[in-house]
Nanobody, 126 residues
């Protein structure tokens, strides 16, 4: 059984940083696509960034160099470094694992992911 656990969220002031972690068990992350999405109540889950099984990294346009995604295969963990945080970044952040062949082909689509974590809340105050 594949399980994902996100951590690292919390309350931050605008302009500061947080680092989110997504630790995966039951599957080696180097053989899967891992994506980060975020969601606010009443809205759809939006793509933030993803790393494919080959290590290619994609970001949503709104990231604009503020966020950095990385992978530690030894810890089976994917990190999302959030810098220069804005109040608009306030959301529940989720990571997902995609195991299918097309998961890495469409990393910005939530439909590409087979398993999800429980989410970690990020709240940015002005």
């Amino acid at each position: 059984q594949v399980q994902l656990v996100e951590s690292g969220g919390g309350l931050a002031q605008a302009g500061t940083s947080l680092r989110l972690s997504c630790t995966v068990s039951g599957r080696t992350i180097s053989s899967a696509a891992v994506g980060w999405f975020r969601q606010v109540p009443g809205e759809e889950r939006d793509f933030v960034g993803a790393i494919t099984r080959r290590g290619t990294i994609y970001y949503a346009d709104f990231v604009k160099g503020r966020f950095t995604l990385s992978r530690d295969n030894a810890k089976n963990t994917v990190y999302l470094q959030l810098n220069s945080l804005k109040p608009a970044d306030t959301a529940e952040y989720y990571c997902g694992v995609g195991l299918r062949g097309d998961s890495s082909a469409y990393p910005s689509s939530s439909a590409s992911y087979d398993y999800w974590g429980q989410g970690t809340q990020v709240t940015v105050s002005s």
